[in-house]
Nanobody, 124 residues
Framework: VQLQASGGGLVQAGGSLRLSCAASGRTFSSSAMAWFRQAPGKERELVAAISWSGGRLYHADSVKGRFTISRDNAKNTVYLQMNSLKPEDTAVYYC??????????????????WGQGTLVTVSS
């Protein structure tokens, strides 16, 4: 699976962005997908994850109610809708895919494929 993330940019606090992650490869529709982020000087952290069917979702407490993960298996794409952005959301956002297990995983090391990252900068 190859992943290409896009949609990052500069936005003012309170604004919105939608990240997209386009995947190629046969296992996308059977893979759980996730968005991680990494701020300067901090560890990479899980933001949101979605099971292979989209039936199960996970959102970190820090983004719950503001961010929504979704996927379109027909388009081989996973999305992260980010609303009410805060300066502390500033980070490089990475999409990730597991190796075809399909259920939500929570650790960085549990995902097999990674996109290149897209920078989100939220100004105050």
């Amino acid at each position: 699976v190859q992943l290409q993330a896009s949609g990052g940019g500069l936005v003012q606090a309170g604004g919105s962005l939608r990240l997209s992650c386009a995947a190629s490869g046969r296992t996308f529709s059977s893979s759980a997908m996730a968005w991680f982020r990494q701020a300067p000087g901090k560890e990479r952290e899980l933001v949101a994850a979605i099971s292979w069917s989209g039936g199960r979702l996970y959102h970190a407490d820090s983004v719950k109610g503001r961010f929504t993960i979704s996927r379109d298996n027909a388009k081989n794409t996973v999305y992260l809708q980010m609303n009410s952005l805060k300066p502390e959301d500033t980070a490089v956002y990475y999409c990730a895919a597991d190796g075809g297990l399909g259920y939500i995983l929570y650790g960085v090391a549990e995902y097999d494929y990674w996109g290149q990252g897209t920078l989100v900068t939220v100004s105050s």
